[in-house]
């Protein structure tokens, strides 16, 4: 039997704001349990929410990008369910009403590229987080997210399998970075997914029974948790069984989803509207002020790239293509004039390095100076690019300076004609056999006499340097 | 000499005049508190902390505060820094709040001393002060007798001359009718007038703070420190507060007073119509005329609370789940049972109906039969008020259908029976308007209240109007001799 995917996708994105959407408590990350917390943030007798209006702003700015409808009244639900990190005994979110309608994004995969239509888009605050496993006979809680803004966006059922929807999260990630709405670290949570899956007969009309795998927070992990439950759900109706409506959770050490238990969700959440608010007005000033004060989009940047740094129309292209990758591009070129040599070693070496670590820029160990410090070393042939990469790679490890590792392994370009001379004299010498073979027209051997050079340099010998003296030797 | 009734302008006049220190006006202040413990108006006392504080208050401060060096009292559900809160409840029996509410910091800031936290029903959820973890609070007037509620304690406190004045919160009538029973005069402002940072809710969109005082000028005065917009409170309104003491004396020749037909006074008890029409003549004679009017949806004023206000009560409550602060029962196998047993053990029996009340008016299914129905009939009662103050300054109505009543008499078989005692009280929280309870006489020698209320932001013509009353009567003085509480 032919069976085909429904996906549709809750994404959760944390707005990059200073203080939380209802307190002015700090939002950053990493601090110590419970030092993130003022009294409304613990929920304490007595407290009233305040209004964050810079996570309205990047909301409304995230819903301009798509093309979306924005509701400048916002009115704020409460969702209500008792659990330990949740303060008040209520999530403020919003129901009737949310800050962005509509909209779509287009996604690019292997297999398709196509426009994802969104339904919507709201505010709401975070929980704060139950730690089970770290305390003898208790259970833990740092309330120090709770009240952090989230933008939940959802989507239209209509990605179709795995693959495109990490395509959607990743067009999702570029989009709120280079808005910077969100820092989209997801190792942080700053950016995850609930993913509502359902198979359906090829051709029929109707739905399937879906399932929900709740807070996937890794591109990796979209797309196994997603393949784990399209396979469980055919194995199911294929062996004549149903699939239940329930929320899964996607355990990552076995691979595989299974049902979170019953308690850890309410079904009835008795949403009303929050008393505590007035409805949250965005002027038509404010508007504008968001429309004028719009981030450059990767297209616009592709342009400039090429314009004031001379780029190719690919390189642009490729380093415009993620927020953090641009960032970091722009920043190294006030410390390198080597712009091109800077963007292809970006697209190439850096590059290479991230995909392989499934890391963005700037979640990894390097940083500008020493890149920029890497290029200037080759710019100035202190260093070969050979070289060069081997340096890299002990960056990427330990985040060490290349001027350092330089020093301390030696790795300086041997440039000295003098020096090099002495050193083809000794190959020459040694290799007498290949010499004469050489000389009688073997042209070939001339790329053996330069690794000669390299392994007794290793690898130090300017390659160009080499080349030349070489040729000249090898003619008397 | 003696400071027990006198008003604030009065302990003013002795603290300006030097007949009196503050720091003797506070000794004697709770030492008041002291010889009628019985009465059981507070929950905590606050002595150490107002005693500091009076002795800081020298003679030789030529203040301009009204309040400089004045004891009041604070009710139970204004969070106090430091000093315990507990709403009368079990359940924030040992709660000390790390802040202060904005309505008794304002109040403090402007010199006056909290002297204690008074007693009230459970989470503000009682007409008669017997829902409270902490006993029943007795009428000064007639002791095993209720003072009304739920800012019972504040009420008797005022009454039994122990403090000039105190703070209350009125949700449905919770100043207004304690007010009335126990004789002395109590204001709930509009909606958003008094910033409810820091008060203990019970129903959101219904709290409001307010004084309860001797006089109709003493209201003026804790009002003017106590309003105002506050950042922390978003429904705290951005508006200009007048000086209502200053307001006060205006005349009220020409001024029309409406008399709600919906309301079937005459069905009441006589002696209370009796006081009633007396007031009406005492408004007449200060050039006041009376017209009668309708309010068509007014009479559905009390279903429609008990709809809202359990509904957010039901949600307002979740945060006490035995996790932070609060009580926490013992023995617990795992959350859920920490939550039901914590909260089982920690609310007493009128604040569990509401909160069940409530959750079955906004489960899926019944929020739109009731929470969303109970929100248009409010916008409708809203509207008749409106459209009724095209035509008339204020509305006129006994406080409460009757006097006060004996421990155990009302609600214990049907708990509607109580709710309709806020009969008259409802509907102007419902529309979020000022209004103003104001003794005008007795009945089987318990006091009965008059209410004015007001449109929306009209505090300085409500108070101007009630003052005027009181200077032209002798009712608000009247004192309960206490016998049997000493």
Known sequence: MSWETVIGLETHVQLSTKTKLFSRASTSFGASPNTNVNLVDCGLPGVLPSINKEAFYKAIRFGMAIDAQINQTSIFDRKNYFYADLPKGYQITQMDLPIVLGGSIEIVSEESVKTINITRAHLEEDAGKSIHDEYDGFSAIDLNRAGTPLLEIVSEPEISSAKEAVAYMKAMHRLVTYLDVSDGNMAEGSLRCDANVSIRKKGDKELGTRTEIKNINSFKFIEKAINFEIKRQIKALENGEKVTQETRLYDSSKDETRPMRSKEFANDYRYFPEPDLLPVVISDEEMQKIKDEFPELPNEKEIRYQKQFELSAYDAQIIASSKSMADFFESTTKQTKNYSLLSNWLIGEVSAYLNKELIEINESKLNVDNLAMLINRIDDQTISGKIGKAIFEEMCINGASPDEIIESQGLKQISDDGAIEEIIDTVIKDNSAQVEAYLGGKDKLFGFFVGQVMQLTQGKANPAAVNAILKEKLKK | ?486
């Open chain 2, 1 to 486: 000499m003696s400071i027990q009734f006198k008003s604030i302008t009065e302990l003013r006049g002795m603290l300006d005049e030097k007949l009196i220190s503050a720091s003797e006006l506070t000794q004697e202040t709770l030492k008041l508190a002291k010889k009628y413990q019985e009465l059981n108006c507070f929950v905590t006392m606050n002595e150490e902390v107002a005693i500091k504080k009076a002795s800081t208050i020298t003679s030789d401060d030529k203040t301009s505060s009204w309040l400089e060096g004045i004891p009041l009292a604070q009710k139970d559900l204004f969070c106090t820094e430091g000093l315990r809160t507990t709403c009368s409840s079990k359940i924030l029996a040992d709660f000390i709040p790390p802040y202060t509410a904005t309505a008794v910091k304002k109040l403090e800031d402007a010199g006056s001393i909290t002297i204690g936290k008074t007693n009230m029903d459970e989470f503000a959820m009682g007409s008669s002060n017997e829902t409270s973890f902490f006993g029943n609070v007795h009428n000064p007037w007639q002791k095993g007798y209720v003072p009304g509620g739920s800012s019972g304690g504040s009420a008797a406190a005022v009454a039994a001359g122990i403090v000039p004045a105190a703070t209350g919160t009125d949700t449905g009538g919770s100043i207004r009718q304690p007010a009335a029973h126990c004789g002395i005069t109590g204001l709930k402002p509009t909606y958003g007038r008094v910033s409810r940072w820091g008060m203990i809710a019970f129903a959101s969109s219904l709290d409001q703070a307010g004084p309860l005082a001797r006089t109709a000028e003493d209201c003026a005065i804790l009002l003017n420190s106590m309003s105002g917009y506050d950042i922390k409170d978003t429904t705290s309104l951005n508006s200009d507060v007048p000086n209502f003491l200053t307001n006060l004396n205006q005349p009220i020749n020409g001024i029309k007073i409406g008399i709600i037909k919906e309301f079937y006074l005459g069905e009441l008890d006589s002696e209370v119509q009796a006081r009633f029409e007396e007031s009406k003549k005492t408004y007449e004679k200060l050039g006041a005329q009376f017209v009668e009017v309708s309010l068509p949806n007014i009479s559905a004023s009390v279903p429609t609370y008990y709809s809202i206000a359990p509904a957010e009560c039901s949600s307002n409550l979740s945060r006490f789940d035995g996790v932070r602060f609060g009580h926490r029962a013992e023995n617990t196998n795992d959350l859920n049972d920490l939550f039901i047993k914590s909260r089982s053990e920690g609310f007493g029996d009128e604040v569990k109906r509401r909160i069940l009340i409530g959750t079955y008016a906004l489960s899926a299914g019944y929020y739109d039969a009731y929470y969303k129905k109970a929100q248009q009939v409010r916008r409708l009662i809203k509207n008749d008020f409106d459209n009724v103050f095209k035509s008339v300054d204020f509305l006129m109505t006994p406080t409460s259908p009757n006097t006060a009543f004996k421990f155990g008499s009302k609600g214990t078989q049907n708990p509607v029976e109580l709710y309709l005692e806020d009969l008259f009280t409802i509907s102007s929280n419902l529309a979020g308007l000022p209004a103003i309870s104001i003794p005008h006489g007795q009945v089987n020698s318990l006091p009965v209240g008059l209410q004015l209320i007001g449109n929306f932001l009209k505090e300085d013509q409500l108070l101007n109007t009630a003052h005027l009353f009181q200077k032209n009567s002798e009712f608000h003085l009247a004192q309960p001799k206490l016998e049997d509480f000493s």
